[in-house]
């Protein structure tokens, strides 16, 4: 059914940059706001990132506003998180989340960011 699968992370040094990607399937991913999660160890899940169905509108987290920009293709059935400057702060697993299937959360993403 719903299947959420997160792409692009990885190990970046501060400053750098990582475009994370979500495919979705499963659900009519068009008309679902979408939203990017992440959780570093020991912390609590932080929403980062919400963008409506058509992409028109976006939502950040202040920790995050000016650096990450959320986006989608609904044609692909993917949204993506563009990271710029990256702070170690950063370092997480991000998720990909819709609140049409409010229980389920994929593997997710690990973006490290250290020198």
């Known amino acids: 059914q719903v299947q959420l699968v997160e792409s692009g992370g990885g190990l970046v040094q501060p400053g750098g940059s990582l475009r994370l990607s979500c495919a979705a399937s499963?659900?009519?991913?068009?008309?679902?706001?979408m939203n990017w999660y992440r959780q570093a160890p020991g912390k609590e899940r932080e929403l980062v990132a919400t963008?409506?169905?058509?992409?028109?509108?976006?939502n950040y987290a202040d920790s995050v506003k000016g650096r990450f920009t959320i986006s989608r293709d609904n044609a692909k059935n993917t949204v993506y998180l563009q990271m710029n400057s990256l702070k170690p702060e950063d370092t997480a697993v991000y998720y990909c989340y819709t609140r049409a299937f409010p229980r389920y959360w994929g593997q997710g993403t690990q973006v490290t960011v250290s020198s």
């Open positions: 963008i409506s169905t058509g992409g028109g509108a976006t």
């Open positions: 499963g659900f009519t991913f068009s008309r679902n706001t």
